[in-house]
């Protein structure tokens, strides 16, 4: 059975902390997302990663940063916490090839900056 | 501008009542159209994948179909435990960025 798991179900930090978000993935998937998701806006993309070492910038990647060291793992920082940060966090993994590209989901870390 | 667009936003069906649900896309070169299902508190899970126009995948109560500019999610005689949102996302050839819709919130009523 497909495994995406995130380090924490709930966080709750203080505005100018740096939070450390990770993720693992079990599948061997090239390709690794962060979204938050808020709502009436949807999932948004942070940032993802399509190979160790590499990352693109998605839709809304201001005070945030990914690290990607090993395939199975991708970690979201948010170097200086802020309220408006206040969100659900989603990972999510996918092939990038061989005719199967969906996306798997973690079960999400719901943030609050105080 | 790549688009994904979900109708209705809510939509709440007595049980047994039979509805579709609407998602338009204006993505140019389409690898696949995927849906979600999400329930509170929880991140998405993976529905169906479509890859091209005429394509019908099923599950239970689920059927997801795929023209060149939408797609549906029927559900057929829909009890309780089908009450979720559900998500749309299209996937393009050019790339490994998925762009999602906002969702339709689905309740079912005993």
């Known amino acids: 059975d497909v495994k995406v798991t995130q380090s924490s179900r709930y966080l709750v930090k203080r505005t100018g902390e740096k939070v450390f978000l990770e993720c693992v993935q079990d599948m061997d998937h090239e390709n690794m997302f962060w979204y938050r998701q808020d709502p009436g806006l949807g999932l948004r993309l942070i940032y993802f990663?399509?190979?160790?070492?590499?990352?693109e910038k998605g839709d809304i990647p201001e005070g945030y940063s990914v690290s990607r060291e090993k395939k199975e793992r991708f970690s979201l920082i948010l170097e200086s916490a802020s309220t408006n940060q206040t969100s659900m966090y989603l990972c999510?993994?996918?092939?990038?090839?061989?005719?199967?590209?969906?996306?798997?989901f973690g079960p999400g870390t719901r943030l609050t900056v105080t | 501008e790549d688009q994904v667009t979900q109708s209705p936003e809510a939509l709440r069906l007595q049980e047994g009542e039979s509805s579709s649900l609407n998602c338009s896309y204006t993505?140019?070169?389409?690898?696949?159209l995927f849906w979600y299902r999400q329930d509170p508190g929880k991140g998405p899970e993976f529905l169906f994948t479509?890859?091209?126009a005429g394509e019908e995948k099923e599950k239970e109560r689920l059927k997801a179909t795929l023209t060149k500019k939408e797609s549906f999610l029927h559900i057929t005689a829909p009890k309780p435990e089908d009450s979720a949102t559900y998500l749309c996302a299209s996937l393009l050839v050019t790339g490994n960025q998925f762009y999602f819709g906002t969702g339709t919130s689905l309740t079912v009523i005993p």
């Open positions: 999510a993994s996918s092939l990038s090839a061989g005719g199967s590209y969906e996306q798997y």
């Open positions: 993505v140019s070169g389409l690898r696949g």
């Open positions: 990663s399509y190979d160790v070492k590499m990352k």
């Open positions: 479509l890859y091209s």
